[in-house]
């Protein structure tokens, strides 16, 4: 079965309260397997809009990932983030190899 994705590109407005999101994310997930791939760090933006922050984030399915984004632990995370940054976010299935 092919894994899914989380691809997020964020622009954190309150670093601080940023962390209140991460906090309240965390269950949601553990919850539904995932692994993180890419969590900020240096970057290039050869095309289109960078952001300051890029994420992926790996699950066991694409299925996974979409449970996690519209689970109620994830939502009431989602609600914090919203208040202290910009994001762009894609669930994508990967490669079954």
Do not use: T
């Not at 900020?40 to 399915?61: D, K, Y």
């Not at 519209?70 to 894609?90: F, G, P, T």
């Amino acid at each position: 079965m092919a894994k899914g994705y989380w691809i997020a590109h964020v622009d954190v407005r309150d670093p601080e309260s940023y962390k209140n999101y991460v906090a309240a994310a965390k269950p949601a997930f553990d919850r539904f397997g995932a692994r993180f791939l890419a969590r900020g760090g240096a970057f290039e933006a050869p095309e289109g809009r960078g952001r300051a922050r890029n994420v992926i984030i790996e699950f066991p399915s694409l299925e996974d990932a979409q449970a996690c984004y519209h689970s109620a632990e994830y939502q009431a995370a989602r609600a914090i983030r919203e208040k202290v940054a910009d994001a762009e976010l894609v669930l994508v299935e990967g490669v079954d190899m």
